[in-house]
């Protein structure tokens, strides 16, 4: 090659550098909001953020998030530089807390939220001070799920995780997001009180390791388990109710179920990072969100259930019923994985996924 | 060999040209190692993320037996792959570089593209291969080897085949040049003296080519160490190496003071092994 | 003997070329399954990626941080490499052991080392943040393709010149600088290629703020599986492919990868 094409080929690809990286930025009023990658990102794309956009005329660039805590990590680390990656993020509960420790998350203004009211009020995120930092958005449930050519007969009951199923198993591979312990604790024990004492924590720990030669992969990234549950090449484990049914929907022969236990209830907020410059967007969007009849059209589109009220959504029976259960759910022990997560992380690598 | 005036400057252009190379490797590549250094001694605040200190708590947990315990499974893991890639490379780059040049030249362009690929698209590719719906074992039930597919990841095996070959075309680069410039006249005379080709390779090759074969063996060994995705993807988590675990510290658990603290003994381990195997490497010749 | 040798040299190259082979067939797959065979064919999943902006952007931005990347190692890596071959300077010398060191450690520790350069200097998240760290971690590769050129350069033209009374400036741009160009270009490229696949120093330095493809191709690795990931993976390949096959067509290969420049 010629130096001066050499010269050239430098000369475009900065150029391409200069608007690649500037094809971001649009002229209209726009809103980066992070939501969780894959099925879920897809299904708001498609059916969520263009209402918004006809209904308030603010265009939605949606920004895949990791599952875990990955994405509150990258939030702190980008708003100490004064960044914010995404201008609201829906974020689950356990990482709420850890941001609102750090003061992560910049307080919302609630006279500018006029459909708060409709919020069930235990997902309305006070900080310490009692300011509003974050408004439920959808929660979702972590079920049992299988594949119906392996398994014609549902299963009904976590228990059926320690039954004879020798590597056939797929479960989330961190203490922290796949609120094991808690399942195990409500199974065969009190619940999440069991987990308070040291007794009940080993008691659980050690019943929870049983599982351990059933299970064929321990998963970081749903797309890894969601591939081998469709194929059937691991026919049960644990998953989010919403997915599987988004699959089930698209034809792959899985189905969720609702043990008798209670399906792992967590919910994610939409929250704000304290960096972020476009708040009055961003209100508009958390309000916009907490209508009534943008949850119901959620819980249809999207499958989460919905974190409005009942009374006020226009859901029939058998809609509800395909998004939530009646069945109480198991609540993951959020101050336990804040407080003593290093601990138990630990213990969860050398006991139960080790 | 040097520049035939090479020598003592005799004017200060020279330091006036190390300037820039200076001020970036120095702050690019030194400066965050030092900083990573000072990191390592940070408070971290559990219920939220990390703060300036002078503690020694970090390196207390990187000791623990958990830890050392991800430190031998690493060093485990890399040794068997670097020694299993070895084994492959060696004879492959001595058929390889026997070649006429312009045959050479189409395997030497697969390696490098290969070489260059991402460990995700690798790791990708090798979850496939191994699937039971895209995987090789769709292929034995074609031929009639196997009654149905199976799926054969994640596992020890798995993870090991991919990073055997992910390091294959590095050590086969790194051999090329030793082995292509071995004298071939040397190991015909030996046959010609009589000794059988095995003892000719054994008496005549080999002591040619150690020092480049340790070097390749470093070299592969810090590459698998450092593999963080193939682990992650294809092993199990008795499998996952150190960085699946720098990461995870530093990114999903906002330790940094940890992550920093487990760096520090990776890069302990992999400076002082490579140094003693150097030195082993030389003292035998 | 010579058969098991043919033997053996085929099945290594079936192992190289087996998961290619794998992720080519399952890119051509008609429906959005990743099935091996691919049943029906189609290039759906190619058209996708060049018609999709989540795809092509990513695309495009890698390019770019390689490219950038690649010139701004090169610039590092040139006067470094003369002046270590040139002159007998201590920190020249050490420089030069530096610039050598991020591929003698696992790069999870110069990831990390980034990680908090940029925290501390609060640029988290600014894409050229990206461009330097890789700048920095592949200065090795043209450092090493130049120093090679450099040290096989013939003694006697240089000395020639010199004694005719050619100063060093007049040396290099005659005489050095047209024989290591190849070298250069051979280490450019080898750079561009490199941060084009990098994915664990982008990850740390920039994560989900500045989206390279290997990120992308994580990302969706993570959320689901699509077989646009194989057909981004192919063109990856042919990519490469076609860099390193000009090389080898208008170059030496076997010269630049440090076979003897003697024979055939």
Redesign the interface.
Same mark, same amino acid.
């Given at each position: 090659?010629k130096?001066r094409e050499?010269i050239k080929?430098?000369a475009t690809?900065?150029v391409?550098?200069?608007?690649?990286?500037n094809?971001?930025f649009a002229q209209e009023r726009s809103l980066k909001v992070g939501v969780?990658?894959?099925?879920?990102?897809d299904s708001f794309d498609a059916n969520i953020f263009p209402k918004f956009t006809e209904d308030t005329g603010i265009k939605v660039e949606s920004?895949?998030?990791?599952t875990?805590?990955?994405? @509150?990590?990258?939030l702190?680390?980008?708003a100490?530089?004064?960044?914010a990656?995404a201008d609201v993020s829906m974020i689950a509960q356990g990482s709420m807390?850890?941001g609102m420790?750090?003061g992560l998350w910049a307080a919302l203004d609630e006279s500018k939220l006029s459909n708060l009211e409709f919020v069930r009020e235990q997902l309305q995120n006070k900080d310490a001070e009692g300011k509003l930092i974050g408004v439920g958005a959808v929660s979702w449930y972590i079920t049992l799920v299988s594949n119906t050519d392996v398994f014609p007969e549902a299963p009904t009951s976590w228990d059926e995780l320690w039954k004879d199923h020798k590597n056939q198993l797929g479960l989330l591979?961190?203490s922290s997001n796949s609120y094991l312990l808690e399942i195990t604790a409500k199974t065969f024990f009190e619940g999440n009180a069991t987990l308070d004492t040291e007794e009940g924590l080993n008691a659980v720990f050690a019943k929870l390791a049983e599982v351990k030669n059933n299970v064929?992969?321990?998963y970081?990234?749903?797309?890894?388990f969601?591939?081998?549950l469709q194929?059937?090449? @691991?026919p049960m484990g644990q998953y989010y109710h919403d997915v599987t049914g988004l699959a089930a929907a698209d034809g792959f022969p899985v189905r969720s179920t609702f043990p008798k236990e209670g399906g792992v209830l967590d919910s994610g907020s939409w929250a704000v990072s304290r960096a972020v410059k476009k708040l009055d967007e961003a209100h508009e969007y958390i309000n916009w969100f907490s209508q009534p009849s943008i949850q119901d059209l959620v819980a249809r589109s999207v499958g989460t259930a919905p974190t409005v009220k009942r009374e006020f959504l226009t859901l029939s029976e058998d809609e509800f019923a395909a998004v939530s259960s009646d069945i109480e759910p198991i609540i993951p022990h959020y101050a336990l994985h804040?407080?003593?997560?290093?601990e138990i992380?630990?213990r969860w690598?050398?006991e139960i996924?080790? | 060999m040097n520049h035939p005036s090479y020598g003592k400057p005799k004017n200060r252009w020279p330091y006036f040209l190390l300037t820039y190379p200076a001020i970036m490797i120095l702050l690019l590549f030194f400066v965050p190692l030092c900083i990573m250094f000072a990191l390592s001694f940070f408070k971290r605040i559990q219920s939220a993320f990390f703060e300036p200190a002078f503690v020694f708590e970090n390196y207390v947990r990187a000791f623990s037996t958990f830890f050392l315990q991800r430190i031998g499974v690493s060093l485990w893991v890399a040794a068997v792959a670097a020694f299993i890639c070895l084994l492959i490379a060696f004879p492959f780059t001595f058929f390889l570089s026997r070649l006429r040049r312009s045959r050479q030249v189409p395997y030497l362009v697969l390696l490098i593209s290969i070489l260059s690929l991402s460990e995700v698209i690798i790791a990708f590719s090798w979850s496939l291969l191994l699937s039971k719906t895209s995987g090789i074992s769709n292929l034995l039930v074609a031929l009639k080897l196997l009654d149905a597919p199976v799926s054969w990841a994640p596992g020890f095996v798995a993870m090991l085949s991919a990073l055997v070959y992910i390091s294959l075309p590095l050590a086969i680069i790194v051999l090329y040049p030793s082995l292509s410039r071995l004298d071939v006249s040397l190991t015909e005379a030996a046959t010609t003296l009589g000794a059988s080709p095995i003892v000719s390779f054994f008496n005549v090759v080999l002591p040619n080519v150690r020092q480049a074969l340790l070097t390749t063996f470093i070299l592969v060994f810090i590459f698998v160490l450092g593999s963080y995705l193939i682990p992650q993807v294809l092993g199990r988590p008795e499998h996952w190496t150190l960085p699946v675990h720098i990461t995870d510290q530093a990114l999903l658990k906002s330790n940094m003071p940890l992550a920093a603290a487990l760096a520090m003994l990776l890069l302990i381990a992999s400076a002082g092994l490579s140094l003693l195997t150097l030195r082993l490497g030389r003292s035998q010749l | 003997m010579m058969i098991l040798k043919r033997f053996f040299f085929s099945l290594v190259v079936l192992y190289l070329v087996a998961p290619l082979v794998i992720i080519t067939g399952v890119s051509l797959n008609a429906q959005k399954r990743l099935f091996f065979p691919p049943q029906g064919l189609s290039l759906r999943w190619y058209f996708e990626f060049f018609s999709q902006a989540e795809w092509y952007l990513p695309a495009l931005r890698s390019l770019s941080i390689a490219g950038l990347a690649a010139l701004i190692a090169m610039s590092i890596a040139l006067p470094l490499a003369y002046t270590v071959w040139r002159y007998d300077i201590k920190l020249a010398r050490m420089l030069y052991f530096l610039g050598l060191a991020p591929f003698a450690l696992p790069p999870v520790i110069t990831a990390l080392g980034a990680l908090a350069l940029w925290i501390v200097l609060q640029s988290f998240g600014k894409p050229y943040t990206v461009v330097l760290s890789h700048a920095a971690f592949l200065v090795t590769l043209p450092l090493a393709t130049i120093s090679l050129g450099l040290q096989s350069m013939n003694a006697e033209s240089i000395e020639a010149a010199t004694t005719l009374g050619a100063d060093n400036s007049t040396v290099f741009r005659t005489i050095v600088f047209p024989y290591i160009r190849p070298y250069m270009m051979a280490g450019f490229v080898f750079a561009f290629v490199l941060s084009l696949n990098e994915y664990i120093i982008a990850f740390m330095v920039a994560g989900f703020t500045v989206e390279t493809l290997p990120i992308k191709i994580f990302n969706s690795l993570r959320y689901g599986y699509t077989p646009v990931m194989a057909s981004v993976s192919v063109i990856f390949f042919l990519l490469a492919t076609l860099l390193f096959g000009l090389i080898g067509k208008f170059g030496d290969l076997p010269k630049l990868l440090g076979a003897d420049s003697s024979s055939d």
């Open positions: 090659m130096r050499f080929l430098a690809t900065g391409a550098a200069v608007t690649g990286l094809l971001n969780y990658g894959g099925y879920f990102k920004v895949a998030e990791p875990g805590e990955a994405w @509150i990590v990258q702190e680390t980008a100490k530089a004064g960044q990656p807390l850890r420790n750090s591979a961190l064929q992969l321990w970081r990234d749903e797309g890894q969601q591939q081998a194929a059937g090449e @691991i804040l407080n003593r997560g290093d992380s630990q690598s050398e996924t080790g | - | -």
